[in-house]
């Protein structure tokens, strides 16, 4: 049976429509780290609790297709430099290995910014308030000062 254009992206770890945490047949859901997965999936049944729904927007990637994110980020900021404050290379992705997660709504964003580390879940860049990492020792010690954007973390000088 052939794939449609769309299967395929979502095959690379695309999410055209916000996804549930708890939704494992999207592959940008999951093929995320276990840890991780397990941390967004706790904090997102206590955001249940208080009234927030948790979705995905975006998590794994395969290489592929963050090649394609970073080269239509570098057409609309018109270089490298500029798109990588949005959008990580293959080989510095985050998303690429499992380890991020992007999510929505902003409501969601706000609860996981005040609740993650609680969970080890930590927004990484002031620029994308929609971006989490899993840090374990968040739970005991806070999450890490916020980078400006990408082009501030030193793992993204590889």
Known sequence: MPYTESALRRAEGAVPVPVPV??????????LDPALLDALRRAA???????VEIVVNGGWRS?????????AAV??????AEAARWVA?????????GDAVDIGPPEASAWLSAHGAGYGLCRIYRNEPWHF????????RGCPPLYADPTHDPRMRR
């Open 133 to 140: 990492e899993l840090r374990p020792e968040a739970v005991e």
């Open 75 to 80: 057409s609309k900021y018109g270089s490298a």
């Open 45 to 51: 049944t206590a955001a249940a609790d208080d009234g």
């Open 63 to 71: 290489r592929e297709y963050q090649e394609q994110l970073f080269r």
């Open 89 to 97: 290379t293959p080989e510095t992705s985050a998303h690429v290995r």
């Open 22 to 31: 708890f939704d494992d047949e999207t592959p940008a859901v999951a093929k």
